[in-house]
């Protein structure tokens, strides 16, 4: 018997300039326009015409700042206007394309952020999504009254509670509450009301939202973290996990126990789309491809590179060290540990430089850069979803709008000629897109979230 046919999803990381630290240098890039609404408005025009399921936007709540002026460039992949406004003002000129945003659980409440996704649910006519959080920037604590990063551990504790209160906040009306009706003068159905009386460790939250059940039920949630402890949060409560994977050996090692910890939750594993990033250099040759990566990894400027690599290393300042010497043995991080763990066992793998490690990490951040024709594109992500590493991918254009073009006209037909890529939208919402079921009312259903 033949395997079940398998839909690849894709989404769509969105910068306004592009995700290489040096797209800003690019000769078609624009980073004068960074505040444009029209710009992002073009992108997500692209990405819907591609059928892709979601676009994304990432977020930081703190500038990465240095003293060194050339370090500029490495903000510029980060700058972003806030982005649940910037959605909100997408959803009116989009139609089916799933809208989603970073926010952290450790610098906001529950109640604002519960109140901001299920509106731009509304908004979108059921599109919205959250990306779940923690914050690896330690630089924001002291923006939001600290003076120190939250501990690893504390933070997904964190976050996990946070998840509960919002997911319930959501299921503050049910579908059916709101009655309008003008001749017995009921607005609404008392008992369709339901008041969350969430008293916890970090979070003690009343209810109700004031804002009425949104279009999905529960807006999609992602999720990004790969520790013991982002696994385990993802497991219990994400829609779709966004991974750093480098090979398919590690990404089926992923996959297999991501999905494998959901039973303990009640869950199915078709109830995750799993979601490796792969930054994308598309050439109509090989040679084309090469030269295009080549051109912007020439472009970094060496401060640059090693700043942003002592970024994703958890502050390790590698720069006292021979640059065209080994890797170094590492101290532990309070930082993103899985990204830090992804960097350093590639170093060690594939016997690289700290030089060279710079320049991969700088060009592409931890992720996954595949370069190659549209057809070697296509082979690689088939094979991937094929051998269970992957639902789908997000597609991170090193820059833009080149990049994300190339793909649309040229990788989509490809994957649609195969048969692993939709030639239509199959529903209206994020979630029926994405083959996810719509949740029930937590209260309707007598279930109520752990506090």
């Known amino acids: 018997m033949a395997p079940p046919k398998r839909d690849m999803k894709l989404g769509l990381l969105l910068n306004v300039i592009g995700f290489h630290i040096a797209a800003w240098r690019h000769p ?27 676009l994304f936007l990432a977020d930081n709540a703190a500038v990465k700042h240095s003293a060194d002026p050339k370090a500029m460039s490495r903000m510029a992949p980060f700058y972003q206007l806030e982005p649940f406004a910037l959605l909100s003002a997408l959803a009116t000129v989009t139609e089916r394309i799933g809208l989603v945003a970073s926010a952290t659980t450790t610098y906001n409440e529950p109640y604002h952020l519960a109140r901001k996704v299920a509106t731009l649910d509304h908004l979108s006519e059921g599109r919205g999504g959250w990306n779940l959080i923690t914050s690896s920037n330690e630089a924001e604590a002291l923006n939001f009254n600290r003076e120190a990063h939250m501990a690893h551990g504390d933070r997904y504790e964190r976050a996990r509670e946070f998840a509960q209160v919002v997911r319930g906040l959501w299921d503050s009306w049910e579908d059916d509450a709101f009655l309008y009706d003008k001749e017995a003068g009921r607005y609404y159905e008392a008992d369709k009301l339901h008041f969350l009386h969430h008293k916890g460790k970090a979070f003690s939250v009343r209810g109700p939202l004031n804002v009425h059940r949104p279009p999905q039920g529960h807006p999609v949630i992602a999720q990004a973290g790969s520790s013991e402890p982002g696994k385990e949060l993802a497991a219990e409560t994400a829609d779709v996990v966004f991974t750093a994977q480098l090979t398919i050996a590690a990404a089926k090692a992923f996959y297999a126990d991501l999905k494998g910890r959901m039973a303990k939750f009640g869950r199915a594993p078709e109830q995750i789309k799993i979601m490796p990033g792969v930054v994308p250099f598309i050439g109509r040759t090989q040679q084309e491809a090469d030269d295009i990566f080549y051109r912007l990894q020439e472009a970094i400027v060496p401060e640059v590179g090693l700043a942003i690599l002592r970024e994703l290393l958890g502050g390790v300042d590698l720069s006292g060290h021979d640059l065209d010497g080994p890797m170094p043995e590492l101290p532990d991080s309070n930082a993103g540990k899985s990204r830090l763990a992804v960097l350093t066992d590639l170093a060690r793998r594939e016997k690289m430089s700290i030089r060279q490690l710079y320049q991969h990490a700088a060009g592409a951040r931890g992720h996954w850069i595949l370069r190659g024709t549209a057809e070697h594109v296509a082979d690689v992500l088939e094979d991937w979803l094929k051998e269970e590493a992957a639902d789908g991918f997000v597609v991170i254009p090193p820059y833009l709008p080149g990049t994300l073009d190339r793909f649309v006209d040229l990788v989509v037909p490809e994957l649609q000629r195969r048969g692993v890529f939709r030639t239509a939208y199959e529903g209206a919402t994020l979630r029926e897109n994405l083959g996810l079921a719509r949740p029930g009312n937590i209260f309707a259903q007598g279930i109520r979230a752990v506090s």
């Open 28 to 54: 078609d890039a624009q980073p004068e326009r960074g505040s444009e609404f029209r710009r992002y408005q073009q992108m997500a025009a692209s990405a819907e015409r591609g059928l892709f399921d979601l």
